[in-house]
């Protein structure tokens, strides 16, 4: 038995190494077969994807005594917190614990959020990791995409009614997530462009505008009739239009001479918009990017815009425009350490281990014929876990770590039987 499976073992590798035939392994004679370097790169993209998404934040410690944490992985739970009640966050180490038999909602990542795990807008449950907290967390923001809906057509995702395939895209202000077909513009290649603000949150920091149009990362608007929507901004713009530019901006102020303003600038601002002139004193010169970028032409439009990655370096950081940040709450557009990009860094970055790969030691060891078996046996895996996995994925609850335990036992358990009953070959 051992010598005929080895034989058609090795007809397999030789018929993989060739390209001929697209055969698998037994009982399923339409699967393509699959090499060792496609297993390893496809592994390696999961843990990859895993890390980035998940490596920034505990799975052990619920993350309330952080206080409210920069940026961390997110679930809403609608076994505890069903639409109709108050919408409540948790974190990941609380997802696997307190909520691992629930119906959760994914929200990928969100800045600032402290865990609401067991608070009051938990009637019936108690965190197990952290009971002690305060009864609600004022600075935490809340969405629809609390309640498992996103976009403007406020749909679940995956949306079982949805038949048009199309990418989710997170605003970097809102943080919510939006179809690409709903952004009022044909978004940009996916590797073309690292952040976006939705149409809303351009509309409310109109000030993002003049940087767009020399930042922003170019597509290509929809055609609409509406033609009001497109307001075209000119440096040649008559005195009125100029003020209504710079009111639209925060940035309304009337004339004064250079005395005035240096005065005015050594005052604290009460205005509720911003204003930075250029003048020189004695310690430092009094500059605003945003002035420089409004000088240009520029165009508004009602649609979302798209970023390259260095973009918010870019940006104004003078007194006036950071206090504009403030009271639009976005003074994290100044952080580039914010961005999901530095936090998925940040999470492959931690888990890097300075060890050779136990799998690739294994394979090394292995010869031609065991490493086709290994491969048989993975396709073979694969196929029973992504269908074992899909029921979690179906009912929305967390996969733990005595329900993987429990697959295996049952997989070597089936796999015990079918050796006993029959040669098993690939093909």
Same mark, same amino acid.
């Given at each position: 038995m051992e010598e005929a499976a080895a034989a058609a073992a090795a007809a397999a590798a030789g018929g993989a190494e060739s390209g001929g035939g697209g055969g698998g392994c037994a009982g399923a004679p339409d699967e393509p077969v699959v090499s060792l370097a496609e297993v390893l790169a496809e592994n390696e993209e999961l843990e990859k994807e895993a890390r980035a998404v998940l490596g920034g934040s505990d799975h052990e410690r619920c993350s309330y005594s952080q206080g409210a944490v920069k940026r961390q992985a997110l679930y809403a739970c609608s076994t505890c917190t069903p639409p109709g009640e108050e919408?409540?966050? $948790?974190?990941?180490?609380?997802?696997?614990e307190c909520h691992g038999t629930h119906k959760l909602f994914e929200l990928y990542t969100k800045r600032n959020f402290c865990c609401d795990c067991g608070n009051s807008k938990f009637k019936n449950l108690q965190c197990r990791l /952290?009971?002690?907290?305060?009864?609600?967390? /004022?600075?935490n923001k809340y969405n629809d995409n609390f309640y498992g809906l996103y976009c403007i057509c406020k749909r679940p995702y995956p949306d079982p009614e949805d038949e048009i395939p199309d990418e989710m895209i997170q605003c970097i202000v809102c943080e919510d997530w939006f179809h690409? %077909?709903? #952004?009022? @513009?044909?978004?940009? =290649?996916?590797? =073309?462009?690292?952040?976006? @603000?939705? *149409?809303?949150?351009?509309?409310?920091?109109?000030?993002?505008?003049?940087?767009?149009a020399q930042l922003a990362v170019p597509t290509v608007t929809k055609m609409d009739s509406?033609? =009001?929507?497109? $307001?075209?901004?000119?440096?040649k713009?008559?005195?009125?239009?100029?003020?209504? $530019?710079?009111?639209?901006?925060?940035?309304?102020h009337t004339e004064k001479s250079v005395e005035e303003q240096v005065e005015q600038c050594n005052e604290p601002s009460t205005s509720s918009g911003s204003t930075?002139?250029? +003048? @020189?004193?004695?310690?430092?010169? *009094? &500059?605003?990017? #945003? %002035?420089? &970028? *409004?000088?240009?032409?520029? #165009?508004?439009?009602?649609?979302?815009? &798209?970023w390259p990655s260095s973009w918010r370096s870019k940006i104004c950081t003078c007194k006036d425009c950071l206090k504009m940040y403030s009271e639009l709450d976005v003074q994290f557009l100044t952080d580039e350490c914010d961005t999901v990009l530095a936090y998925e860094n940040k999470g492959t970055s931690d888990q890097?281990?300075?060890?050779?790969?136990? #799998?690739?030691?294994?394979?090394?060891?292995?010869?031609? +014929?065991? *490493?086709? !078996? /290994? $491969?048989? !046996?993975?396709?073979?895996?694969?196929?029973e876990l992504t269908d074992y996995l899909r029921r979690f994925a179906d009912e929305g609850t967390v996969v733990k770590r005595e329900d993987i335990q429990q697959f295996f036992e049952e997989f070597q358990s089936r796999k015990r039987r079918r050796t006993n009953r029959m040669q098993y070959y690939c093909s």
């Open positions: 919408p409540a966050g $948790i974190c990941l180490a609380c997802s696997y /952290l009971p002690e907290k305060v009864k609600v967390n /004022l600075g690409g %077909r709903h #952004l009022g @513009v044909v978004p940009p =290649d996916s590797g =073309d462009f690292h952040e976006m @603000v939705c *149409q809303t949150c351009m509309n409310r920091c109109s000030f993002l505008w003049p940087y767009a509406r033609e =009001d929507d497109r $307001i075209v901004l000119n440096v713009e008559t005195e009125e239009q100029t003020r209504e $530019i710079k009111k639209e901006s925060g940035l309304d930075c002139p250029k +003048v @020189v004193t004695k310690n430092e010169e *009094q &500059f605003c990017k #945003l %002035r420089e &970028f *409004q000088s240009k032409p520029y #165009l508004k439009k009602d649609t979302a815009t &798209f890097e281990v300075d060890r050779r790969d136990p #799998l690739m030691d294994t394979l090394s060891s292995m010869n031609r +014929v065991q *490493q086709v !078996e /290994l $491969i048989c !046996e993975y396709n073979d895996l694969k196929t």
